[in-house]
């Protein structure tokens, strides 16, 4: 079992950034690939970026591409999505992901936080 536990969300203008973290916890973190999705009402939970087990390997939407940088510090177990060039478009619930399959839709994700609202005025 791995349990995450998001954090960082918030309120920014457009234009600004934002870093959120994801707390990984369970013996088996380092196996899973780590990522972000996220949701809008209405809309289906979509794939934002993701990390390798290794941390050197990322894969990010391309909307986000440019703007969005995935970390993980495997010491710690946390990864972490900085958000720069914040766009209105970019509001959404964003989730932490775990995935021993190594995918990129949420289909295939093995364990969820329970997300965190990222808001973007204009």
């Known amino acids: 079992q791995v349990q995450l536990v998001e954090s960082g969300g918030g309120l920014v203008q457009a234009g600004g950034s934002l870093r959120l973290s994801c707390a990984a916890s369970?013996?088996?973190?380092?196996?899973?690939?780590l990522g972000w999705f996220r949701q809008t009402p209405g809309k289906e939970r979509a794939f934002v970026g993701s990390?390798?087990?290794?941390?050197?390997?990322?894969n990010y939407a391309d909307s986000v591409k440019g703007r969005f940088t995935i970390s993980r510090d495997n010491a710690k177990n946390m990864v972490y999505l900085q958000m720069n060039s914040l766009k209105p478009e970019d509001t959404a619930v964003y989730y932490c992901?775990?995935?021993?399959?190594?995918?990129?839709?949420?289909?295939?994700?093995?364990?969820w936080g329970q997300g965190t609202q990222v808001t973007v005025s204009s």
């Open positions: 369970g013996r088996t973190v380092t196996s899973y690939t």
């Open positions: 992901a775990a995935d021993l399959s190594r995918g990129t839709t949420a289909r295939t994700v093995d364990f």
């Open positions: 990390i390798s087990r290794s941390g050197i390997i990322t």
